[in-house]
Nanobody, 118 residues
């Protein structure tokens, strides 16, 4: 499956953005995979922000602000980001994996830049 992320941009602190990730191509449909979002800020390690397991799992720093969801009919996963903070600035990557359990992500999309100004 190929993943295409979109929806990034420049927003002021306190604002909102919604990222979208569309799955396409051959193989398993995105709707049958565990999906998630990573982010990587300059000079920092990549971190898993959210995943669709168990109704949604989140990085502590984004809990109550970010929501991951999916529309299986559209083969799309979303990340709604509210009350954005400058520290949320990063490149965000859509990911997916076949196994329900585990930490290895099989599929990666190109990133989308999110910049939050103070």
């Amino acid at each position: 499956v190929q993943l295409q992320a979109s929806g990034g941009g420049l927003v002021q602190a306190g604002g909102s953005l919604r990222l979208s990730c569309v799955g396409s191509g051959t193989g398993r449909a995105l709707s049958t995979l565990v999906a998630g979002w990573f982010r990587q800020a300059p000079g920092k390690e990549r971190e898993l922000v959210a995943a669709t397991r168990n109704g949604g799992t989140y990085l502590d720093s984004v809990k109550d602000r970010f929501t991951i969801s999916r529309d299986n009919a559209k083969n799309t996963v979303y990340l709604q980001m509210n009350n954005l903070k400058p520290e949320d600035t990063a490149v965000y990557y859509c990911v997916a994996r076949s196994r329900i359990l585990g930490t290895t992500w099989d599929y990666w999309g190109y990133g989308t830049q999110v910049t939050v100004s103070s």
